[in-house]
Structure formats: structure tokens, C-alpha cells
């Protein structure tokens, strides 16, 4: 089978896709020679700032794991991960399934690539749904009546934005956006969030890699700076140590200010709902 033959019905392979990207920083195979393409250019641009984009998109993964499973573990049962990302390895299903038997999740994407993948793989897993759904819109993801058919969100849930936040430009609205979501968590829900960090990029580097991505399906990017990503969690007791470095992210670390806020990559924190 050639590639041509393997793009689904609809999908222009031309237009590099953000989740297809992310797929080959991962090293998976769900990708185009243009999402190769356009991420070769971010590995690129990574090396010459001393960056590896690979090993941070692996990073978030990570954290996107660990985050799950302390929730799970917590007692927290229901996920809603908003740019969910294309199926690879511990999905948020099966990590939350792992450590919290009975953990109903929403996975929500704009991307109809991942939708399809996502269907396939969901076919016979009755407590997960994926749906299309965009972030820019949280309200309506959160009163879409598949969420609520398949989440009680009148009880504690945890809204999942992991490394998606960044593909909404404007700051005013992403700002907007996390608020919007914050207000509809209930007291013992949580936000997990990570988030492109713009760290030492200087001015030439952060607006190189704005433009390879105002190419693709989400049409822009937007690193950010320390306090921006940590007002995301506005009104929230931060877990862990705080907002720091994806890779550093872990439930027992402290916050005792000894991560490494200069260097450019992503930062995550996960935030509970006070009471
Ligand atoms: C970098 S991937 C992250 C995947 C997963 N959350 C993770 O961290 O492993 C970003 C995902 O967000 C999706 N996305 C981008 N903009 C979106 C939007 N406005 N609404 C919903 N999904 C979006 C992309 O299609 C992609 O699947």
C-alpha cells in the first residue's frame, strides 16, 4: 500500500496536520511526507536552539501519564482530554483504566484524522466516546450531549489540555478559553495542562517556528512565558512542584525552585479545584 492509499476520504496530505506532527515526534507511523516535512523543520530549529523536539513531545507524554494515573489514583474517574491527539502507546483510557477501574473518558479533537483513528481503536470500549469538538469552544464541548451523556460533570472530572493550548494564538482567548473551563470544574476536579514555553527562544526563533506552523491544520502557534501559563491555574492549589518543565513533572516533587525555567520547551502543572 502506497501512502497515497492510506490517506482517509476528505484529508487533504498536503496541509501538515498538528496531530500528525506530534505523531512523528513520537516516532509513530500515522504521518504524511508533508507532516514529516513541516516537523523536520521544528527538529531543526530545535537542535539549533540546543533543543530536542522529540524527546519533549516524548516528555508530555510522560507527563500526560503520570498526570492520569495520580488522578486515578486519587479516586478521580472521569476525564474529558480536550486535543486528544492521535492513538499512540497509554492512552489516557488505559492508563486511567489501569489505576481506576471503571474510568469513564471523553477524548475531543479537531482533527478528523484522529477521530478516525480513534473510532477504530475505541470500536469495543464502551466507557470511552471520541468526538470532534474545538477547543476555541469549550461551552459547547461541555454541554455537547455526548459529554454529558457519557460524564456526569455535576461530579468531580478532570479537564485534560495537553499540549493544545498553544495552538490557540491570541492570549486574550486562550486565557478565556482555561477560564471558561475552571469555571464548570466541580470542587475535587483538576486541569492538567502543558503548554509550549517560550524560555531563552530569542524573538528570530520563537517567529520561525510560528511559521511553520501557521502552515498547518491549526494555522498558528504561540509559545508562552512562565506566568501566563501558570495563570492558566488561576483560583486552583497547584499539585506537585507547581509549573515546571514537563519532564520534571511528578506527583512526590516539590516545589522547592531548583527546575530549569530558562531553557525554551514545554511546561505543565496539574491544578485541583480548592474545597
Ligand atoms: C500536540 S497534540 C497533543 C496530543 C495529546 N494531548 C498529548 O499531549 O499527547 C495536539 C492535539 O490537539 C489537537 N488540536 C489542535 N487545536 C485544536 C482545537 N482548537 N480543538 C481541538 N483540538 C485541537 C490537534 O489536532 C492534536 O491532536
Do not use: C
Not at 506530534?22 to 513541516?38: H, I, K, P, T, V
Amino acid at each position: 500500500m502506497t501512502e497515497a492509499d492510506r490517506v482517509p476520504a476528505g484529508i487533504n496530505p498536503n496541509v501538515p496536520s498538528v496531530a500528525r506532527m506530534y505523531d512523528y515526534y513520537l516516532g509513530g507511523r500515522d504521518n504524511f511526507a508533508a507532516d514529516r516535512e513541516a516537523a523536520e523543520k521544528m527538529i531543526e530549529l530545535g537542535r539549533q536552539m540546543g533543543n530536542d523536539a522529540r524527546e519533549i513531545a516524548l516528555a508530555n507524554r510522560g507527563f500526560l501519564g503520570r498526570a492520569v494515573r495520580m488522578l486515578a489514583e486519587a479516586g478521580v474517574r472521569q476525564f474529558l482530554d480536550i486535543g486528544a491527539g492521535l492513538p499512540t502507546q497509554d492512552n489516557v483510557h488505559q492508563v486511567a483504566r489501569r489505576h481506576g477501574p471503571g474510568s469513564r473518558v471523553v477524548y475531543v479533537d479537531n482533527d478528523p484524522v484522529v477521530l478516525t483513528h480513534a473510532r477504530a481503536l475505541l470500536a469495543r470500549e464502551p466507557d470511552v466516546l471520541a468526538m470532534e469538538g474545538d477547543l476555541r469552544d469549550p461551552v459547547a464541548i461541555l454541554d455537547d450531549p455526548r459529554v454529558t451523556g457519557h460524564l456526569d460533570l455535576g461530579e468531580p472530572f478532570a479537564v485534560l489540555l495537553v499540549a493544545v493550548l498553544h495552538f490557540v494564538p491570541d492570549d486574550a482567548e486562550a486565557a478565556q478559553i482555561v477560564a471558561l473551563i475552571r469555571e464548570r470544574l466541580r470542587p475535587g476536579g483538576y486541569l492538567v495542562l502543558s503548554h509550549l514555553y517560550a524560555g531563552d527562544a530569542t524573538a528570530h526563533e520563537t517567529e520561525t517556528g510560528r511559521q511553520v506552523y501557521r502552515n498547518t491544520s491549526s494555522g498558528g502557534l504561540a509559545s508562552r512565558g512562565y506566568a501566563d501559563i501558570v495563570s492558566y491555574f488561576d483560583g486552583l492549589d497547584l499539585l506537585g512542584p507547581g509549573v515546571v518543565p514537563v519532564a520534571d513533572w511528578t506527583p512526590d516533587a516539590s516545589p522547592d525552585g531548583s527546575y530549569d525555567l530558562v531553557k525554551s520547551g514545554i511546561l505543565a502543572g496539574v491544578g485541583r479545584v480548592k474545597g
